[in-house]
Structure formats: structure tokens, C-alpha cells
């Protein structure tokens, strides 16, 4: 199982990096893991994934999910209709590169951490933080079961 890729430890670490990430922005982020990529194209799991998390209910439709099939290496990055209709095309590309750097030496948490606040932080320039925002969704990563 996916969750078994990960230690305890850094499911706390991970899911501490969401909350400081939504700190900077009024965005949502997720992270879904599971073993193996569904579909032929990675981008159409991630975006099954969105829908099945129910990622679109935000008020501001700014939720952005950091899908991963782990042992198939194949991850996506996606943001809901409210981020793509604001930002630039390629957004999600530095985020990328800095997940990529570390999970080419095999630091599956630390690549993971560095994208989502690397997300909150890009995000923060669209989508700031409120005083009164509310935590629309979960925090905690999910895991598919295969």
C-alpha cells in the first residue's frame, strides 16, 4: 500500500507543511498517493482524484491536489477552476522541478513537503491569505488502495 511508503513521522511532517503552506494563502491543498497510476495518462488520475475528493466544493474553487503514483514515478500537479482561470500557463512548473530534484534521490517526503509550500507561497500572490478564511478540506494526505 501507498501508505506504507511512508514513515510516521513524515505523514506528520507532511501534513504539517499543508497547514503552514495555507497560512500564506486562502488556497487548499491535498496530497493523494497510491502505488499505481490508474489510467494510461497521469493527469486524467490526478484529475479523477480531484473529483473523487470533492476538491471543487471550496468557495473560492482554488483547491489544488498534488497527486503521485509512487511506484509507477509519475506525478501531477492540479489546480481547480478559480487558480487555472488566474494564473499563468506553466504555474505549476517550479513546484515541479523542486519535487523532481528530490525524488531523483529518492526523498519522497522532502520532495513532497518542498512542493507544497513552494505551492502555498506561489499561490499566496493570487490567492492570499484571510483573517476569516476557513480550512475547507482536509489536511490529512489520502491513499488509494493499490
Same mark, same amino acid.
Given at each position: 500500500m501507498a501508505e506504507n511508503q511512508l514513515t510516521k513521522d513524515e505523514k506528520a511532517e507532511i501534513k504539517a507543511a499543508i497547514e503552514k503552506a495555507e497560512l500564506n494563502t486562502s488556497g487548499e491543498i491535498r496530497v493523494h498517493l497510491e502505488n499505481h497510476c490508474k489510467t494510461e495518462n497521469v493527469l486524467d488520475r490526478a484529475a479523477q482524484m480531484f473529483a473523487e475528493l470533492k476538491m471543487h466544493k471550496t468557495e473560492q474553487r482554488n483547491g489544488v491536489l498534488i497527486y503521485m503514483a509512487i511506484k509507477d514515478h509519475k506525478f501531477a500537479i492540479i489546480g481547480d477552476a478559480g487558480i487555472n482561470a488566474n494564473v499563468e500557463e506553466g504555474f505549476w512548473d517550479i513546484t515541479k522541478e523542486k519535487m523532481v530534484k528530490h525524488f531523483k534521490e529518492g526523498r519522497l517526503a522532502?520532495?513532497?513537503?518542498? !512542493?507544497? @509550500?513552494?505551492? !502555498?507561497?506561489? @499561490?499566496?500572490?493570487?490567492?492570499?491569505y484571510q483573517s476569516d478564511d476557513q480550512n475547507e478540506l482536509s489536511d490529512d494526505i489520502s491513499f488509494g488502495k493499490n
Open positions: 522532502q520532495g513532497l513537503i518542498e !512542493g507544497i @509550500l513552494c505551492a !502555498g507561497q506561489r @499561490l499566496k500572490e493570487y490567492f492570499p
